[in-house]
């Protein structure tokens, strides 16, 4: 691909979760082409080792780049708080410094200062965003004074996975993750849904959250702060072509991906299958 050449933007997540990522951003911004690649065969990651995340994410970033993409996204939090700090400050120097990757963590936080009263956050993810307190740590660089709760869900991203998200069973985890994490603090009054699956649990979130709980849903922060982003980086934005179609990548098979990725997306979905290494 010729260096010159203008190409799709990159949106990368461990399996499907980052589907309600890239409808909020294909939403805003359809005039754009995105290459979604959900390394489905490897996941989920959540409960994954920070050197495993980390190797499996560069690898992802890697094909994206190959693929020319000049920016690529991580629509994922488990990604995002293992892997992108280092990307960014060790690899991305070496292997193509005048490319970009951007993550989920930072945007979000930024939302915090105009929703909570309390100060006291409360953040839903998997067990390697709670366990690297990447959100704590960007919230700490951010704001004074604020309580930050973690609280991680193992079992929502297989009830999601698993096409279970609307059935009977799963209220039982949704509610007891909730619980847990209001028997921390009840002056909680901001959640984070720190798990880009979980929009898809959101009927049932909603159900047992206690009244007057912000829920703050991802998808379209990331969507506001990539629009954001492309105008201050014109340098990056005059590379990114803009012919409004979305290609699909897979690790797993995409007679498997295709049919779950059009119930992410609300709409009939083709893909291709790819190895990464
Ligand atoms: N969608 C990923 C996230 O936002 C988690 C899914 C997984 O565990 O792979 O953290």
Redesign the pocket.
Known sequence: MAATEKCPIGVF??????LTILSEIKKLMPEYDYLYLGDNAR??????SFEVVYNFTLQAVKYLFGQGCRLVIL???????KALRTIQQNDLPKIAPDRRVLG?IRPTVEKLGELTRTGQIGIL??Q??IQSESYTMEIEKMYHGYSVYGQACPMW?PLVEYKEAESDGADFFVKKYIDELFGKSDGIDTVIL?????PLLYPKIEKYMPHGVNIIKQGPIIAESLKNYLLRHPEIDSMCSKTSTCKYLTTESAGKFAPMASIFLNEPVTAEQITLK
């Open positions: 997540d461990s399996g499907y979760g980052g996941a989920p990651y959540g409960s994954r629509a994922c939090n488990t990604a995002s708080a989920v993810g998997t390697g965003t991203v720190g798990c880009t699956h979980y």
